[in-house]
């Protein structure tokens, strides 16, 4: 199906209101008709001098009747038309921010966040234009035009041929064109998205920006960005811009036909002033709705461009889905366990290899490693965000490929390292974990996460808004706060990716606690490189390379001397730090 067909479906559920603007539309047409007939039949009783003035009054009442059934008609199609937009503008964009959200993590790190809001804003209110203006004006500009040319035929066929010949050449140069322009619209938007994407991030990351004095540099890489969209809009609109011009010589041509041709024939006696009056009137109405889808193609190639990135947005299947007959245990357990699994994010370079462990349910596991030894790859694994290319993870037993989605997601809480909070109030984001829980249950949770203290000091306390991202917030609030909505969520699978690792001394003791209490009888993995988040795990399962190099406590790593105790003696050293060994004491030697 084409995408213009694609975009028709879109009229589903509004096409009696769409009908009704068509049929407005049809009355607009028809009373284009009536004026000049009505003058010509008044030019023709003055010529033969066989009117009255009660002919003329009545005339003129017709006239101004007709104007004002035009006028009305017209206001109230374009009214619909655009009612109609607006609705379904609003649907599609909620179509579109539904669909995004259950891509897969893939989709999602090969594109900027820009470039995807540029399609699911600008490119989806593009269309309405379509909607609102497209279909209105492509049937005016063909009725129109049909109905004055059959008049044109009745009244004179031989001067009806002779004056419309440069039309059929108009028509050619308006739709003859337009798939060249719809590929540089399209080559438009997407140098539009870009620079977008690159505008937003910068915004977002103005404060890197401005501590390392990028601005200049910034400059000069928007510059470029902004030239090259400047440059693919200029190219578009040198060729957009071609058929209004020809079709407005075109009209001037016909118009130069009717008066030589026409003349002749009045002066001869073949054609009455009144008919050679509605040649002229009604050619200017000819051409005129085929200049204005003219002067329109701009911002209908635009749209039409618009709707096949939307469209294509669509159209992307995630391979992230429910199987035909997934299940949501009603007796679920909630042990963890990875059967010599293997992924790579390029299946011709695994991350994982053959990575084999089990987490009882109730017990807190570490997995530690240098960067980049697939840590936080085993987690997008347990929480599905990709799926193994060989192996099984398993959930309580099941297969995380044979559990609903939404069931294995709602009772797993992650807290990570680069926290994020909406711009909202305090109690809006711990909320975002559980929607239904009351005001008690939001403290208990703020409580628990050592987050009150900060909380209460707050202006609103937990209506206080706290920015975009929590920018109101220190480093260690943000990650409380997360803690909080993680405890409110109430999950019985935690994971901690990093939770304490950009936070100072005194956060940290406070989020350890939290920590603590937030891991309590839960099934828990934790990331981290500081010793102090993993010393009190269970057992810890060192990752070296996308493998399992080593696994037991702390203590039993230490005294194995192995890649964990190398890894102890890097980190301490890098901190001024010492271990003594086997009791695991930090003891600080500055």
Not at 125 to 141: N, R, S, T
Not at 381 to 398: C, E, N, S
Request: aromatic letters at 8%; charged letters at 20%; one cysteine or more.
């Amino acid at each position: 199906m084409s995408f213009t067909l694609r975009l028709l479906t879109l009229l589903r559920g509004h096409r009696l209101a769409m009908a009704i603007a068509v049929a407005l539309g049809l009355v607009y047409t028809l009373t284009s008709l009536v004026p000049p007939l009505l003058v010509r039949g008044i030019f023709r009783a003055i010529v033969e001098e066989r009117g009255t003035i009660d002919e003329a009054v009545v005339a003129a009442i017709a006239v101004a009747g007709v104007g004002i059934l035009r006028g009305l008609s017209h206001y109230a199609e374009a009214v619909i038309s655009h009612v109609v937009a607006y609705r379904i503008l609003h649907r599609l964009l909620l179509r579109v921010y539904d669909h995004v959200q259950y891509l897969p993590h893939r989709f999602f790190a090969d594109r900027s966040s820009g470039a995807l809001v540029s399609r699911m804003s600008s490119d989806v209110e593009e269309i309405e234009y379509f909607i609102a203006h497209g279909i209105g004006q492509v049937i005016q500009a063909v009725l129109i035009p049909l109905a004055m040319i059959a008049v044109l035929f009745v009244l004179n066929w031989q001067l009806a041929l002779f004056t419309l010949a440069p039309l059929p050449v108009g028509a050619i140069i308006v739709f003859g064109l337009a798939p060249r322009f719809r590929r540089r619209w399209v080559a438009v938007r997407e140098q539009l998205s870009r620079l977008h994407g690159f505008i937003q991030e910068g915004l977002e990351a103005v404060n890197v920006v401005k501590s390392f004095t990028r601005e200049r540099e910034q400059m000069v890489r928007l510059r470029s960005r902004s030239r090259r969209f400047r440059d693919e809009i200029i190219d578009a609109n040198i060729w957009t811009l071609i058929p209004p011009g020809a079709v407005e010589v075109l009209s001037i041509l016909a118009l130069a036909l009717i008066v030589w041709q026409g003349g002749a024939m009045g002066i001869t006696g073949l054609l009455s002033v009144g008919d050679l009056f509605v040649f002229v009137v009604y050619l200017t109405y000819i051409y005129q709705p085929l200049l204005r889808l003219a002067e329109l193609n701009e911002g209908m190639q635009t749209a039409m461009a618009s709707s096949q990135r939307v469209f294509e947005l669509l159209d992307i299947k995630s391979d992230i889905v429910d199987r035909p007959d997934a299940a949501a245990p009603a007796d679920a357990h909630w042990s963890i366990e990875l059967d010599n699994v293997t992924f790579g994010y390029d299946p011709a370079r695994p991350v994982l290899r053959e990575v084999a462990f089990s987490v009882s349910e109730g017990e807190t596991v570490a997995l530690v490693g240098p960067t980049g030894a697939g840590k936080t790859t085993t987690v997008n694994l347990i929480t599905r965000f990709y799926d193994v290319q060989d192996g099984r993870v398993l959930v309580g037993g099941w297969d995380v490929r044979d559990l609903k989605l939404e069931f294995l997601r709602r009772n797993i809480a992650m807290v990570l390292q680069d926290v994020f909070l909406f711009n909202g109030s305090v109690r809006e984001n711990l909320l975002f974990g559980r929607p239904d829980a009351g005001d008690d249950e939001v403290v208990a949770a703020a409580r628990a996460a050592n987050a009150e203290e900060f909380i209460v000091q707050l202006p609103d306390q937990y209506d206080t808004v706290i920015g975009e991202r929590g920018v109101k917030l220190s480093g260690g609030q943000k990650q409380r706060l997360s803690i909080a909505r993680a405890l409110l969520k109430n999950a019985p699978i935690i994971i901690l990716d990093e939770a304490t690792s950009s936070v100072d001394s005194e956060s940290e003791l406070l989020i350890q606690e939290a920590m603590s209490n937030l891991v309590a009888h839960r099934t828990t993995i934790v990331i981290a490189h500081r010793l102090s988040t993993v010393r009190n795990a269970d057992r810890l399962l060192v990752l070296n390379q996308g493998r399992i190099v080593e696994t037991g406590t702390h203590d039993d790593l230490i005294a194995a001397d192995g890649f964990y105790a190398g890894m102890i003696r890097a980190y301490t050293a890098s901190c001024n730090w010492t271990v003594r060994a086997p009791t695991s004491v930090l003891t600080a030697t500055n």
